[in-house]
T-cell receptor, first 111, second 116 residues
């Protein structure tokens, strides 16, 4: 498959563990944030989003936390599965339909 | 409903040539954005189109251009290719202009451009 990034921070977990992926964003004016998952050879896939008027949002097995004070986002994945192995990106939107992406974190899940 | 499609999926060009990449958004989507993805720089915004008009442009040289047609399909063109233009070019579409929880952006699989 195609590599989406070299020298990415890597998080290695065991199947069944909870995973936490962190992201620092850059623009204090950003008001909408998204986490994407990218598997080898594919485009980014939407996981969960959160608006700046919220601190926490939950989805199926995923939770996003937003700390605007320190411009920090985190993605928590419960009961991580081998199929969760991918590169995860946070993205911020401060207007238009333009996204500014973080550098990404590679999640490796061992069975 | 078909997703975002991009053609071609793979392309090899030589320095100095030009290239045109195509993107067909999800049916009914009118906003199309383009991104460049490289191992060194990650995902970077190129430009965004809505209703055949460029609404926003990233920090790329004028060699990078694009357009959108009346059926919302979009093309991007890179002229005078350089080695550093080798990248995965991603297209994303959304229903309307401006992202919200009800107007998500969906990505295509990308076009892998290699410049020799």
């Amino acid at each position: 498959g195609e590599s989406v990034g070299l020298h990415l921070p890597t998080l290695s977990v065991q199947e069944g563990d909870n995973s936490i992926i962190n992201c620092a964003y850059s623009n204090s004016a950003s008001d909408y944030f998204i986490w994407y998952k990218q598997e080898s050879g594919k485009g980014p896939q939407f996981i969960i989003d959160i608006r700046s008027n919220m601190d926490k949002r939950q989805g199926q097995r995923v939770t996003v936390l937003l700390n605007k004070t320190v411009k920090h986002l985190s993605l928590q994945i419960a009961a991580t599965q081998p199929g969760d192995s991918a590169v995860y990106f946070c993205a911020e939107n401060s207007g238009y339909s333009t996204l500014t992406f973080g550098k990404g974190t590679m999640l490796l899940v061992s069975p | 409903k078909a997703g975002v499609t991009q053609t071609p999926r793979y392309l090899i060009k030589t320095r100095g040539q030009q290239v045109t990449l195509s993107c067909s958004p999800i049916s009914g989507h009118r906003s199309v954005s383009w991104y460049q993805q490289t191992p060194g720089q990650g995902l970077q915004f190129l430009f965004e189109y809505f209703s055949e008009t460029q609404r926003n442009k990233g920090n790329f040289p004028g060699r990078f251009s694009g357009r959108q047609f009346s059926n919302s399909r979009s093309e991007m063109n890179v002229s005078t290719l350089e080695l550093g233009d080798s990248a995965l070019y991603l297209c994303a579409s959304s229903l309307r202009f401006g992202l919200t929880s009800y107007n998500e952006q969906f990505f295509g699989p990308g076009t892998r451009l290699t410049v020799l």
